[in-house]
């Protein structure tokens, strides 16, 4: 079957943010899922703002599937052995909170959250070793409510996060 455009990426989402880990920003990671029942290509996809990455041809994520841009490969394989990682990307994700750009290659905003560390957001994911979870798919990325903890220290990149764990809010 031929894959959806990525202009028409209405079922991937930020699933998973690791802002701010334990052991400094090698560890940081941002992971995409596709939650529609169709594959989804991701050639022209760049993340712009945050950090930076594009999406090479023949980029395919199909449904159900998880994938992972990490800060650091090398230190990402071995703390997360056998967690297979498509790339790496430019910059750093801010500890503090900030607004992280998916773009199709029209350059038109196709996912987009302005994560932060103060306010209803998550405590855990600030400097704990829990990172961002969207939680509810459906809701607004920009609301802390749509986001929670990761149940276990480190997340859980490349696919499910355990069941929800009340970690608090700031």
């Known amino acids: 079957s031929t894959p959806k455009p990525s202009s028409a990426a209405s079922d991937v989402y930020k699933r998973q943010i690791m802002y ?3 052991g400094g920003s090698e560890l940081e990671f941002l992971e995409f899922y596709n939650a529609g029942p169709t594959e989804i290509d991701l050639f022209g996809v760049q993340v712009t703002n945050g950090i930076a990455f594009g999406f090479r041809p023949n980029t395919v994520l199909m449904p159900g599937e998880y994938l992972v841009l990490a800060s650091d490969l090398n230190v990402f394989e071995i703390v997360y052995p056998g ?4 790339g790496q990307h430019l910059g750093s994700l801010s500890n503090g909170g900030e607004k992280v750009t998916v773009q199709d290659a029209t350059m038109t905003t196709i996912l987009s959250v302005d994560y932060n ?7 855990a994911p600030d400097g704990f070793g829990r990172s961002l979870v ?3 798919l459906s ?4 609301r802390p409510a749509s986001w929670r903890a990761s149940a276990s220290i480190g997340g859980s990149p490349g696919g499910p996060d355990p069941a929800l764990i009340d970690q608090g809010v700031a």
């Open 20 to 22: 701010n880990p334990i």
């Open 83 to 86: 967690v297979p990682v498509h």
């Open 117 to 123: 560390d103060s306010g209803f957001w998550q405590i």
């Open 134 to 136: 969207l939680d509810d």
């Open 139 to 142: 809701g607004d990325p920009d």
